[in-house]
């Protein structure tokens, strides 16, 4: 068994290398095992290995005398959903996310609680002493909370305008329901990669990539649109493009949906996380609410939501978090219809939205690829250098180093074997500065590592 698939905040790996049929279903009998035998709810995305995958773990949850559900290809929030109306003890997204199609994972609740760091820790040891599954087809009870869903986002939203919307779901799961439920809503759709194909034909499908905004760019120019909203594989990661082409960063949404939100909700707690721009902290903190940073994960940031009070919650990825209103899980398509409900009601175009914010020089997520057994050990090697240089940086997650006019961060990633950069600063001759010396000290730890 592969150990390094148990990461942080699910487990994921190459579906036919790391996610073998022994694996999986010890994975769930030992879920089994947390459900106390009672109720574990499978939802799926629409990657081909989601079947297998779901056959196996069902096979080792039912092998610890548990009732299975199967609530078929949906979206993580529709899993999420379910998770919270139909009370299952444990809960199950089989899905690889943003990561390429040859990829798949779970992620996991007990109860309404994600399951993370030591929790997954913890289930990797059970498994590595857990005996051979008996192999047996197990029975699963079909169900749907597709329609249930949809009831409830459309139970919430009355536009008082149609919009123009293009809609790039880069053929992963959730486009054809974001598609139903806008024109159903009134609006005009022009839907590109809507179709579910987990092999992904068209693009990629993660909207922090520049490149695969490409298409939804040009298509909202071209077709005059209000704004194009894109997603990632299983649609609880949010990009929007604004009317003309432009991408709005997963920390300017934030600053648009805050700002709506701290006007009923004065004082309100809202977090973001390190990769954050300094607008938003400064942005909140100036129209009454309460700034909070925290490090970068879905699982940290609505385990802190609870702890905090918080109402809003949002990350760079596109990651975007209600409890106002709503059950404080990531939703892109909900995130979309709170976005969407400030753009009716705005007496400019979806650009004007984020014309009160500074401009400032900034980098999207610059990801390079780095072994995951050697990821952690550089950026601590990168902390220990800025010690001795006495910089000012804080360690939230990773590094985070305050420069003259801005920042520079350095995290590696709990997802992918990736390390994660970004910089921000007033002018571009700062940015590309402040990059350089962050390379140059990343360089100088490879050597010393």
Request: with cysteine; charged share 25%; hydrophobic share 40%.
């Amino acid at each position: 068994m592969n150990r390094e698939i148990f990461r942080k905040y699910d487990i994921r790996g190459v579906a036919e290398r790391d996610l073998d049929n022994d694996t999986v279903s010890k994975l769930g009998f030992v879920l089994g095992k947390m459900a106390g035998g009672g109720v574990v709810a499978i939802g799926r995305d629409c990657r081909p290995s989601g079947i297998r995958l779901r056959d196996q773990l069902a096979r080792g949850a039912a092998a610890a005398g548990c009732r299975i559900l199967d609530l078929g290809e949906q979206t993580t929030p529709m899993t999420y959903f379910a998770a919270y109306t139909l009370k299952p003890d444990v809960t199950v997204m089989i899905t690889g996310s943003h990561n390429p199609a040859e990829y798949n994972g779970f992620k996991t609740m007990r109860g309404l609680h994600t399951l993370w760091g030591d929790a997954i820790a913890g289930i990797r040891t059970t498994i590595e002493t857990t005996a051979k599954v008996k192999n047996s087809i197990p029975e699963m009870e079909k169900i749907s909370v597709r329609e249930a869903y949809m009831d409830r986002l459309r139970s919430e939203f009355a536009p008082p305008v149609s919009l123009k919307i293009a809609v790039d779901a880069g053929n992963g799961t959730g486009g054809d329901c974001a598609v139903d439920l806008l024109t159903q809503l009134g609006h005009r759709v022009v839907p590109l990669f809507c179709t579910p194909d987990g092999t992904f034909p068209n693009h990629h499908p993660d909207p922090t990539v520049m490149k695969n905004l490409e298409v939804l760019r040009a298509t909202v120019v071209r077709e005059k649109c209000d704004l194009g909203i894109a997603f990632d594989g299983d649609a609880d990661r949010l990009g929007i493009v604004d009317e003309n082409g432009d991408v709005i960063f997963g920390d300017r949404i934030l600053c648009i949906l805050a700002d709506a939100l701290l006007i009923d909700n004065p004082g309100a707690t809202i977090i973001s996380e390190v990769k954050a721009s300094s607008v938003f902290f400064s942005d909140v903190e100036a129209r009454g609410g309460r700034a909070l940073m925290l490090p970068t994960g879905h699982s940290i940031i609505k385990e802190g939501m609870l702890r905090e009070n918080a109402l809003l919650a949002g990350e760079m990825s596109g990651h975007i978090f209600f409890r106002d209103r709503y059950y404080g899980y990531d939703d892109a398509l909900y995130a979309t219809l709170r976005f969407l409900e400030i753009a009716e009601k705005a007496s400019g175009p979806v650009s004007s939205l984020t014309s009160h914010l500074p401009p400032v020089m900034a980098t999207p997520e610059i990801r390079e690829e780095c072994d995951d057994s050697i990821k952690f050990a550089l950026v601590e090697k990168v902390k220990q250098i800025l010690i001795k240089r006495n910089c000012t940086f804080n360690d939230i997650d990773g590094v985070r180093v305050e420069y003259r006019n801005g920042w520079g961060l350095l995290r590696a990633s709990n997802t992918q074997p990736v390390l994660v950069m970004r910089f921000e600063a007033g002018t571009l001759d700062q940015l590309k500065e402040y990059e350089q010396e962050m390379r140059t000290i990343l360089h100088t730890a490879r050597e010393e590592l």
